[in-house]
């Protein structure tokens, strides 16, 4: 209810604000500038609501394909050069450009990534280094990512997971702490493991999908 209700409160504040007659032309610029952020970010929130919902109803299919990996990770990190860029973090990548063929969803494969560079060009300490690793094993794939959290981190693994988890424990301070969640679930649905791990500032997260032979 929380994070539905703060953008659209101020969607409406800014709504009646620019309904003054009066304003410049610089200040109308920036409601609309604001208004405009917060009605992507309420849009966003309810997609997000709406692919959980789907998730805990069971009411979601996966289309799955023989998929590379490595491919999709770096197109990933491409398409999210930019946001990194301005947070000055320089990304460490520690595998081979090589292909790795496991039975996923695309589209859901390239939001677990996707959630997860978003949320270290949000939170990770500026200036400073994200390692990208890849650990191609027998039965399964492990791909883990390691970045300095800019705030200190008073939580637990699990409670970062909780879905609607806000405040200084979450580190979610512009965010409604869904997008781990859907980390978790849409990998989980696709047969795999999501685990976090806090080691001071050190915040990790570990993706893991079995190979196709060991797929149900």
Do not use: W
């Not at 939580?155 to 997008?179: A, M, N, Q, Y």
């Amino acid at each position: 209810s929380h994070d539905l209700k703060t953008p659209l409160t101020c969607i409406k504040n800014y709504v009646l604000l620019l309904q003054d007659e009066n304003l410049d032309e610089q200040t109308r610029k920036e409601y609309l500038e604001n208004l405009n952020k917060y009605a992507d970010r309420l849009n966003l929130l309810m997609q997000d609501l709406l692919q959980i919902s789907k998730i805990n109803s069971g009411n979601i299919e996966l289309e799955l394909n023989d998929l590379n990996i490595i491919a999709l990770l770096n197109q990933v990190l491409f398409e999210n050069e930019e946001s990194l860029l301005e947070r000055n973090l320089v990304v460490k990548k520690n595998f081979k450009d090589e292909e790795i063929i496991l039975n996923l969803d695309s589209n859901k494969t390239y939001r677990i990534f996707e959630n997860l560079l978003v949320n270290i060009s949000k939170y990770a300490l500026s200036f400073s280094r994200v390692y990208i690793d890849v650990f191609n094993k027998e039965k399964e794939v492990q791909i883990v990512f390691k970045n300095i959290s800019q705030d200190e981190m008073n939580f637990t693994p699990e409670e970062i997971e909780e879905r609607f988890v806000r405040g200084d424990k979450s580190r979610h301070g512009t965010g409604s702490g869904l997008g781990l969640a859907i980390v978790k679930s849409f990998t989980e649905i696709q047969g795999g493991t999501f685990k976090i791990e806090i080691e001071g500032d050190l915040f990790k997260t570990i993706v893991s999908f079995k190979k196709q032979s060991e797929t149900v």
